[in-house]
């Protein structure tokens, strides 16, 4: 055989062995589902006593913890891999496509609202790259109301400058010392729209500095990541400081996996089962990476807009985890982060038994009346599954008006890091009705009187914005 024969066979044989090798190390993508909820015990010390909030949950009763005598034999774990985590593929740094032109609207220099600079907010413009959609997007006539976002390209895109909306013109004045908004988990669905612009509406008429969303990215509610960017680049107008939170995975309807009709990222996963296999399996990893992923893109684009905008990453939403399995998912967020965004815990404890509330020092997120008087300055609250009433509503399953001001003053004493409202029906679910799949529910947009409540609620304690002239004199 010829020495030109052999050196032929011997780039064939290696050129197969590159492909085994990219296709083993290869990142599968994702898809959507569907959220859920629990029933909470309050024990928040308020002006008037609180209710029991009733969490509304899709197909099973939990109005008892899960254990695990719930689970068949089977539900064991099943796992060949080593105790020890396998380590990831490495990191895949977002490619530098020339140079990035860039837009930002002129910001206060406050020096008491300033975030400190690190890498994360210098570089944010440059790794920023047009978001396609992957998952459920919107086909047609896409929603943008007024904010082009651009489409299906690969050309490097500028961060636009967020410009005044129709609601900055005149009206309130402007207050500011907590961000406030909406826990709108439902952001990306299309259906959930009408109740989407509702909430965004209400935040920019009300006036306040510091807004906040939090939204749910595994494919819950779909993943319009276009949309939620255009969600942000409206949010961040007139000098606004966005304060974006995104959940990364959803624990509440893992704790219905046996049930659930909704296959997305870890919702069909044994709780119990699922906190050994984060540890130990690398696919579940990779796809926990992968969304990972996606939310830095949009926090690198909320950066982008404003030095002030903030990003907060939480691994599960209503976690099932216990200290081991949250350390991991923790690690590898913050692996892949860096400085675009703290990591914060949302524990759900007492909801399954063998999770805890260790956050191994990061600040956590609460959505229980019960452990609202354990927060911390620079902590987080949400409303999600507990709901409030506007006046005059009669409902004894959520917060009155009056106690909703009152937690709200209570929030801004504990010197909360965020508040955010939530109502059923903007989720389109019902207490003590099984949910719907949410490309079936019925989601109600606020009416104008009730805008007018939770505007109130927004402003409610925080203090009016003073000049920088002022300041000087």
């Not at 010390?45 to 009763?61: A, E, K, N, Y």
């Not at 959930?192 to 807004?211: C, F, G, M, W, Y």
């Not at 990541?225 to 959940?247: C, D, P």
Request: glycine share 8%; hydrophobic share 35%.
């Amino acid at each position: 055989m010829s020495s030109r024969v052999r050196f032929a066979m011997l780039v064939a044989l290696g050129g197969a062995s590159l492909f085994v090798a990219l296709r083993f190390w290869g990142v599968q993508p994702l898809e959507s589902g569907i959220q859920s909820a629990d029933q909470y015990t309050p024990d928040v010390s308020l002006t008037q006593p609180m209710p029991v909030p009733v969490r509304d949950i899709p197909t099973v009763s939990t109005s008892r913890v899960v254990t695990d005598d719930d689970l068949d034999a089977d539900d064991e774990v099943e796992s060949a891999a080593p105790e020890s985590s396998i380590p990831l593929p490495p990191t895949q740094t977002p490619p530098r496509i020339g140079t990035v032109a860039v837009q930002v609207s002129e910001q206060p220099s406050r020096e008491d609202k300033s975030e400190p600079r690190d890498s994360a907010g210098d570089d944010a413009r440059a790794i920023f790259s047009p978001l396609v959609e992957e998952g459920s997007r919107l086909s047609g006539d896409q929603f943008f109301s007024g904010v082009r976002v651009q489409t299906g390209s690969q050309a490097p895109a500028a961060v636009p400058t967020p410009e005044a909306t129709p609601e900055d013109e005149g009206g309130l004045e402007w207050v500011e010392g907590q961000a406030r908004g909406y826990a709108m988990l439902y952001a990306m669905q299309p259906s959930a729209r009408p109740v989407v612009e509702q909430n965004v509406r209400a935040l920019l008429t009300s006036h306040i500095k510091d807004v906040y969303i939090a939204v749910l990215i595994d494919g819950t509610f779909g993943q319009d990541f276009e949309y939620l960017r255009s969600l942000v680049t409206r949010l961040s107008a007139n000098g606004r400081r966005l304060s974006l939170v995104l959940y990364l995975s959803n624990g509440a309807t893992m704790r219905v996996w046996d049930s659930t009709p909704i296959d997305v990222l870890f919702t069909r996963l044994n709780p119990f089962a699922f906190r050994t296999r984060i540890v130990r399996e690398r696919d579940l990893q990779a796809q926990f990476v992968d969304i990972v992923r996606k939310a830095k893109r949009i926090f690198a684009y909320n950066r982008g807009l404003s030095p002030f905008n903030s990003n907060v990453a939480i691994p599960m939403l209503e976690d099932n985890l216990d200290r081991d399995s949250y350390r991991l998912m923790r690690d590898l967020a913050r692996g892949e982060l860096g400085d675009f965004a703290q990591l914060m815990r949302n524990p759900c404890v007492g909801c399954i038994t063998g999770n805890d509330g260790d956050s191994l020092g990061d600040p956590r997120e609460e959505h229980t009346l019960k452990m609202f008087s354990s927060l911390r300055p620079g902590d987080g609250y949400s409303l999600d599954g507990i709901g409030f009433s506007y006046p005059g509503e009669v409902n004894t399953t959520e917060l009155s008006a009056d106690q909703l001001l009152n937690l709200m003053s209570d929030a801004y004493a504990k010197g909360l890091r965020h508040v955010g409202l939530w109502r059923h029906n903007w989720q389109g679910v019902k207490h003590g009705i099984p949910n719907d799949h949410p490309n079936e529910r019925l989601y109600r947009p606020s009416s104008e009187d009730e805008i007018a409540f939770e505007i109130e609620v927004l402003r409610h304690r925080l203090s009016p914005v003073v000049e920088e002239n002022q300041e000087d004199n």
